[in-house]
C-alpha cells in the first residue's frame, strides 16, 4: 500500500484577489460573466450557474519566469521540464538585508556557510528577505532589497537550478535594463517570484 512521505504541507503563495498589483502596476479582474439569476432565466429554470472572467497578468503574484520571457528562443513556461521545478529547498537567510541594500556574492556566500549546506545543482536556492510584509502596499516594487548581476552570475556558476525568493522583482528598481533576470535566464535558471511565509521553513529539511 502507498504511504505519503510528506509530513507537513507550507503554503508559500500570496492570494490572488482582485485589483492586485503588480510589477508594472497592472491590476486583475474577475469581470462577472454569467449569474445564477441570469442562467436561470435563459433556462427556464432548469439550471442556475455563476460563472467569471480572469483578467491577469502573467507576472502578478507568486509566479515564475522562464527564459522566453527575457530570451526570444528561450525555454517558454510549458517547456521547463518537471524535475526542474520539483526539488528539494535550500533556505538562505538574507534578513539582515534592508531597503535598497545589494544582496552581495560575500551576503550569499555567509548564508551558505550558515546554512550548512553548498549551494548548488538539484535543489531550489530560496532566498529570503522577509520583505513579504510589506507586499500590497503602494510602490511595494521599490520597498525592497535588490540582487545584482554579479550574486546572480556566481548562482550561474554554482549551477544553482532553480532560483526562488519573496522578492517582487530581484533586480535594482533603477536598471530598467535587468541585469539580474537576463544572467539568470540566458542560462536556463528559471525564478520563483512573490513567495510568503518562508520563515515557516526555518530548521525544515
Avoid at 492586485?20 to 445564477?36: K, V
Avoid at 556558476?157 to 536598471?175: C, Q, S, W, Y
Amino acid at each position: 500500500m502507498f504511504q505519503n512521505p510528506i509530513k507537513e504541507v507550507i503554503d508559500l503563495s500570496h492570494e490572488v484577489s482582485e485589483n492586485m498589483e503588480n510589477i508594472s502596476g497592472w491590476t486583475t479582474a474577475f469581470p462577472m460573466m454569467d449569474t445564477i439569476a441570469k442562467t436561470k432565466q435563459l433556462s427556464g429554470g432548469k439550471v442556475g450557474y455563476a460563472a467569471r472572467m480572469i483578467l491577469i497578468s502573467e507576472h502578478t503574484g507568486t509566479h515564475i519566469d522562464a527564459p522566453r520571457h527575457f530570451v526570444e528562443d528561450g525555454m517558454d513556461v510549458a517547456s521547463i521540464p518537471v524535475e526542474q521545478l520539483c526539488l528539494p529547498g535550500h533556505l538562505l537567510d538574507l534578513t539582515h538585508r534592508k531597503v535598497g541594500e545589494a544582496i552581495t556574492v560575500e551576503d550569499f556566500e555567509e548564508a551558505e556557510k550558515v546554512s550548512g549546506k553548498a549551494v548548488g545543482p538539484g535543489s531550489a536556492l530560496i532566498c529570503w528577505t522577509g520583505v513579504d510584509k510589506v507586499w500590497g502596499q503602494k510602490n511595494m516594487n521599490r520597498i525592497r532589497p535588490h540582487i545584482p548581476a554579479e550574486s546572480a552570475q556566481w548562482m550561474v556558476e554554482k549551477k544553482v537550478t532553480l532560483f526562488a525568493t519573496d522578492l517582487i522583482g530581484m533586480d535594482h528598481p533603477d536598471e530598467w535594463h535587468d541585469p539580474t533576470h537576463l544572467a539568470w535566464l540566458e542560462n536556463n535558471i528559471c525564478m520563483v517570484q512573490q513567495l510568503c511565509s518562508l520563515e515557516r521553513l526555518v530548521h525544515k529539511d
